[in-house]
C-alpha cells in the first residue's frame, strides 16, 4: 500500500467520523428540543413597533380571505386573497413605490401585469399574485416584511428594491461586512441544528457590553424618510462611509430575503432597480471636499465660458470648458449631469453616458440606486442561485441611445405602465429559462399585446391623470421644475377637461418662466371651473406683470369673491391694491385723473397703511383739487414712512395749494433736512408750483423760509 494511498484512506475516515459525530450531535439537539433558525435576524436595526400588513376576514362562505389592513392603505395596495391558497401559485410582489406601482398603482404595475399575464402565459396552473409592494419601502423594511408573508403559503417572491436605501437616518455604530467566501453558505447551515446551537453560543459568549451608542438603530413602524420635512434634499449631506454601510446592509437583507423565503420553499426572484439617467438632474450637488478657492475660481470661470460658448453656437468649445471643469471636480452631480447633457446635445451618445451615471451616483440626495445597488442584487442573486432579472440591464436595450430617460421612466425612477408590462414579460421568460413555468405555445407578441389592451381600455384616464399631477408636485417640491412641467404637461395631455390638473399645468410653468403657457393653462383652470379661486388669483398675477392691468384686476376680484380660506383672500386683496395703484398711476399719466382717483381710492381702503399708495393717491386727489383730501392723504404715509423726503416734500406741496403757507415752509424745509436732493425730483414743490402759474405762493414760501 502506498503512502498515498494510506493518506487517502485517512482523510476519508476523519470526513466520515465527522460526519457522524455531525450527524450523532444533531440527533441529540433533537432530543433536547433544539430547533433550528429558519432564517437570521436583521441586528443592524430593530423597529418600536410593528403590526401586520394582512388581516383575516370572513368572505362569507366556508373560506376566509386575508385582506389590506386599514392602517396600512396609505403606503399599500388594497389586495384580497385567500387564506387557504388551494392548489395555486402564490406569488408576492415585494419592494418600494415601483412595486407599489406608483405614481398609478397596483393595476399597471408589473405586479398587476403578472397577474393578467401568467395565465397566458402558462394557463395550465392556477395563479395569484398578491402586490405587497410599499412605498418608500428599503430592504430592511421588506424582509421584515416577508417574516409575515412566509405565514401565507407563498411559491415565490419577487423583489424589487433598492432605490430607498437612503431614505431613513440611520447610524449603523457597528456594522459586519459579509465575507464573499460566506455569501450563500448561511442557507444549509441555518436549517441545522448545530448551527443554531454554536450560533446561540457565539452570540452568548462572544458578545462584549457595549454603550447605548453601539445598539442598533430603532426605527418608527412606519417610514420617516429625510424628506418628511420642509428642508427636502438639503437635509443630506455626503458620507462615502455611512453609504458604505449601506450598501453593506443593503447585501445582508437581500441574503437575508432569500433565507425567509427558502425557510418555507419558496423561490425568489430579484430585479437591478434600473432609473432614468437622461433626463433626471440630480437632487442635490455638493463639490468635492478639498476643493480649494482657486479652483473655485476656476470653475466658475469654466462654467462661465462653457455657458457663453453654448450660447454661441460653438459646441466643441462648451465642451471642451465644460470637460476641464468636470475634471477639477468629479463629484459634482450638476455638473456632470450637465456635461452629460451637452454630450447627449451634440450626439456623442458613449461619451455622455459615464456622465450621466456619475450625475446618479455623485447625487448626495440619492433617491435613485447608485452603481453598487445594481451590483450587489446580481452577487447576492449568483450566490444564492436566486432568479435575476436584469431590469437595469434591459433598460439599456429599451431606451434611446442606450441612456434611459423619460422614454422609460415618468419620474426620476419610476417607469411607464408599458415599461411596467416589459418587466412583468422579462420576469415570467426568465422564470420559465429557470424551470419554474412552462410557457404555452400560445405565448407571444401578440398575446401579450391583447392582454395590453384589454387592461388598458379598462384604465381611469382621470385617475391616472391625477396620479401624474401629484408626481409633479413632488417633482415641484424638490426643486425639479422642469421635470415638474414635463409631468403636468402629460397629465393635460391625458385629462385635458379638469381645473385642477390645467391649474397645476399653470403653476409648474409659472415656475419653470413659461409664463405664456402657464396663463393659458390658468384661462383654461377657471373655464373648467369658474369659481376657483387660485388659478383666478395666479392668473392675476401674470396678467399685472405683462401690463395687463384691467384683466389682472378682474381675475383678483373673483380670486377673493371665491376664495376658500383667509389667507388666499388676504393676499389677493394685496394683489388686487397693487394692481388697483398701478392702474391708477397709469390713469393718471394719461390724463383720466377721474379714474385714476377711483382706483387709487379703493386701492387705498383695501390697504390703508401702504405709504406707495397713499403717497400716489395724494397726488390724484391734488390733480383734482382735493387739496385738504390729499394733505390727510400724505399725513397718514407719513405715519408709516415718518422719515421719507419725497412724501414730505408732497406733503408741503400740498399745504401750499391748500393755502396753508407756513406749514408748506415747515414741511419743505424738513424734506431739505432729510435730503437735500429733493430740490431736484420732478415733483420738487417749486418746480410744481412754477409749471402751475402759483409763483406767488412760491415766492411767499420762500419768504417763510428766510431765503
Known amino acids: 500500500?502506498?503512502?498515498?494511498?494510506?493518506?487517502?484512506?485517512?482523510?476519508?475516515?476523519?470526513?466520515?467520523?465527522?460526519?457522524?459525530?455531525?450527524?450523532?450531535?444533531?440527533?441529540?439537539?433533537?432530543?433536547?428540543?433544539?430547533?433550528?433558525?429558519?432564517?437570521?435576524?436583521?441586528?443592524?436595526?430593530?423597529?418600536?413597533?410593528?403590526?401586520?400588513?394582512?388581516?383575516?376576514?370572513?368572505?362569507?362562505?366556508?373560506?376566509?380571505?386575508?385582506?389590506?389592513?386599514?392602517?396600512?392603505?396609505?403606503?399599500?395596495?388594497?389586495?384580497?386573497?385567500?387564506?387557504?391558497?388551494?392548489?395555486?401559485?402564490?406569488?408576492?410582489?415585494?419592494?418600494?413605490?415601483?412595486?407599489?406601482?406608483?405614481?398609478?398603482?397596483?393595476?399597471?404595475?408589473?405586479?398587476?401585469?403578472?397577474?393578467?399575464?401568467?395565465?397566458?402565459?402558462?394557463?395550465?396552473?392556477?395563479?395569484?399574485?398578491?402586490?405587497?409592494?410599499?412605498?418608500?419601502?428599503?430592504?430592511?423594511?421588506?424582509?421584515?416584511?416577508?417574516?409575515e408573508l412566509v405565514e401565507y403559503d407563498p411559491d415565490i417572491f419577487v423583489v424589487y428594491s433598492g432605490h430607498n436605501e437612503f431614505l431613513e437616518r440611520r447610524s449603523y455604530p457597528r456594522i459586519i461586512a459579509m465575507p464573499r467566501a460566506l455569501r450563500g453558505v448561511g442557507g444549509f447551515a441555518a436549517k441545522t441544528r448545530v448551527w443554531t446551537a454554536m450560533s446561540g453560543l457565539v452570540r452568548r459568549f462572544s458578545d462584549s457590553p457595549t454603550s447605548p451608542e453601539d445598539d442598533p438603530d430603532i426605527l418608527d413602524e412606519e417610514v420617516t424618510t429625510l424628506l418628511d420635512n420642509a428642508v427636502g434634499p438639503s437635509a443630506y449631506s455626503r458620507d462615502d462611509t455611512l453609504a458604505e454601510k449601506i450598501f453593506q446592509h443593503f447585501r445582508y437583507n437581500l441574503a437575508r430575503m432569500v433565507g425567509i423565503a427558502e425557510s418555507v420553499g419558496a423561490e425568489t426572484v430579484f430585479i437591478t432597480p434600473a432609473s432614468n439617467l437622461r433626463d433626471s438632474r440630480p437632487f442635490k450637488s455638493e463639490p468635492r471636499s478639498d476643493l480649494g478657492e482657486a479652483d473655485r475660481v476656476e470653475l466658475d470661470r469654466l462654467l462661465e465660458g462653457a455657458r457663453r460658448a453654448h450660447t454661441e453656437g460653438r459646441t466643441e468649445d462648451s465642451l471642451e470648458e465644460i470637460g476641464r471643469a468636470a475634471d477639477i471636480d468629479p463629484r459634482n452631480a450638476q455638473l456632470a449631469f450637465l456635461q452629460?447633457?451637452?454630450?447627449?446635445?451634440?450626439?456623442?451618445?458613449?461619451?455622455?453616458?459615464?456622465?450621466?451615471?456619475?450625475?446618479?451616483?455623485?447625487?448626495?440626495?440619492?433617491l435613485r440606486a447608485p452603481q453598487p445597488v445594481a451590483e450587489i442584487v446580481r452577487e447576492v442573486a449568483a450566490d444564492h442561485g436566486a432568479i435575476l432579472v436584469d431590469f437595469e440591464s434591459l433598460a439599456d436595450e429599451w431606451a434611446a441611445h442606450d441612456i434611459p430617460g423619460e422614454d422609460l421612466f415618468l419620474d426620476h425612477v419610476h417607469p411607464t405602465i408599458e415599461v411596467h408590462r416589459r418587466i412583468a414579460v422579462a420576469i415570467i421568460e426568465e422564470m420559465a429559462r429557470r424551470g419554474s413555468l412552462s410557457l404555452s405555445p400560445e405565448w407571444n407578441p401578440q398575446t401579450v399585446a391583447e392582454v395590453a389592451l384589454r387592461v388598458e381600455e379598462g384604465l381611469d384616464p382621470l385617475a391616472h391623470a391625477l396620479a401624474l399631477m401629484k408626481l409633479s408636485k413632488v417633482l415641484g417640491w424638490a426643486g425639479k421644475l422642469q421635470e415638474s412641467f414635463s409631468l403636468a404637461v402629460k397629465a393635460v395631455e391625458l385629462y385635458p377637461d379638469d381645473s385642477r390638473i390645467q391649474y397645476n399645468a399653470g403653476l409648474t410653468a409659472h415656475l419653470a418662466g413659461r409664463k405664456n403657457e402657464a396663463v393659458a393653462h390658468y384661462r383654461r383652470a377657471v373655464e373648467l371651473q369658474p369659481d376657483a379661486d387660485e388659478p383666478h388669483g395666479n392668473l392675476g398675477v401674470l396678467l399685472e406683470e405683462g401690463g395687463r392691468l384691467d384683466e389682472a384686476i378682474h381675475h383678483f376680484r373673483l380670486a377673493i369673491r371665491y376664495a376658500r380660506n383667509p389667507e388666499t383672500a388676504n393676499r389677493n386683496s394685496a394683489n388686487l391694491a397693487r394692481a388697483l395703484m398701478l392702474a391708477g398711476f397709469r390713469d393718471y399719466s394719461q390724463g383720466r385723473q377721474t379714474d385714476a382717483l377711483a382706483k387709487l381710492t379703493e386701492a387705498a381702503e383695501i390697504a390703508p397703511d401702504d405709504p406707495e399708495i397713499l403717497g400716489r393717491l395724494g397726488i390724484a386727489q391734488l390733480s383734482t383739487g382735493k387739496t385738504g383730501a390729499a394733505v390727510a392723504t400724505f399725513?397718514?404715509?407719513?405715519?408709516?414712512?415718518?422719515?421719507?423726503?419725497?412724501?414730505?416734500?408732497?406733503?408741503?406741496?400740498?399745504?401750499?395749494?391748500?393755502?396753508?403757507?407756513?406749514?408748506a415752509a415747515a414741511a419743505y424745509s424738513r424734506a431739505l433736512a432729510l435730503d437735500p436732493m429733493v430740490s431736484e425730483l420732478p415733483d420738487n414743490m417749486f418746480r410744481v408750483l412754477g409749471n402751475m402759474g402759483r409763483t406767488d405762493v412760491a415766492r411767499e414760501i420762500r419768504e417763510r423760509m428766510g431765503k
Open 1 to 147: 500500500m502506498t503512502a498515498s494511498m494510506t493518506t487517502g484512506r485517512k482523510i476519508l475516515i476523519s470526513v466520515a467520523v465527522t460526519a457522524v459525530f455531525f450527524l450523532l450531535l444533531e440527533g441529540l439537539l433533537v432530543v433536547i428540543g433544539v430547533r433550528p433558525e429558519s432564517y437570521a435576524d436583521d441586528p443592524y436595526v430593530g423597529f418600536s413597533s410593528t403590526s401586520r400588513l394582512f388581516v383575516e376576514q370572513s368572505s362569507g362562505g366556508d373560506h376566509n380571505e386575508l385582506v389590506t389592513a386599514e392602517n396600512k392603505l396609505t403606503l399599500f395596495n388594497q389586495q384580497r386573497f385567500p387564506a387557504s391558497k388551494g392548489d395555486a401559485v402564490r406569488i408576492f410582489c415585494v419592494g418600494g413605490s415601483t412595486t407599489f406601482g406608483r405614481p398609478y398603482d397596483d393595476t399597471t404595475s408589473f405586479c398587476g401585469w403578472l397577474r393578467e399575464l401568467l395565465p397566458v402565459a402558462d394557463p395550465s396552473r392556477t395563479w395569484e399574485v398578491v402586490n405587497a409592494g410599499g412605498v418608500s419601502y428599503a430592504s430592511y423594511r421588506v424582509a421584515l416584511l416577508m417574516e
Open 635 to 663: 399725513e397718514s404715509a407719513l405715519v408709516v414712512r415718518r422719515d421719507d423726503p419725497a412724501l414730505t416734500n408732497r406733503l408741503a406741496l400740498a399745504f401750499a395749494l391748500d393755502g396753508q403757507v407756513d406749514r
Open 340 to 366: 452629460g447633457s451637452l454630450l447627449a446635445e451634440a450626439g456623442r451618445w458613449g461619451d455622455a453616458r459615464p456622465a450621466f451615471e456619475r450625475a446618479r451616483d455623485e447625487d448626495v440626495c440619492p
